[in-house]
């Protein structure tokens, strides 16, 4: 079992920035791929972005390309979603999820989740 828990979330101005983190425990994080997720009101959970156990492998989203960076510290058990350039858009609760297989991550089924947390831009 994995346990992950987000912290970071907030209001923010649009232009402002936010970091996430994704605290993991139980078994150790460096085996998994790391995703994160959003989900607006009203609309369906949206892939944002992953990061390879290694750190070295990543992928976004189209609309998060450039704005946002994912990284991890495996010694720390922590990944971190830093979010720059924040549009009113990028309003949703942002989850981190965790599982061996990159697809599944991308897909959006991985096997562990977070409770996620909740990030505002004001306009």
């Known amino acids: 079992q994995v346990q992950l828990v987000e912290s970071g979330g907030g209001l923010v101005q649009a232009g402002g920035s936010l970091r996430l983190s994704c605290a993991a425990s139980?078994?150790?994080?460096?085996?998994?791929?790391m995703g994160w997720f959003r989900q607006a009101p009203g609309k369906e959970r949206e892939f944002v972005g992953r990061?390879?156990?290694?750190?070295?492998?990543?992928s976004y989203a189209d609309s998060v390309k450039g704005r946002f960076t994912i990284s991890r510290d495996n010694a720390k058990n922590t990944g971190y979603l830093q979010m720059n350039s924040l549009k009113s858009e990028d309003t949703a609760v942002y989850y981190c999820a965790a599982d061996r297989i990159v697809s599944k991550v991308e897909a959006g089924s991985s096997e562990y989740w977070g409770q996620g947390t909740q990030v505002t831009v004001s306009s």
């Open positions: 990061i390879s156990w290694s750190g070295v492998n990543r």
């Open positions: 139980g078994r150790p994080f460096s085996n998994y791929v």
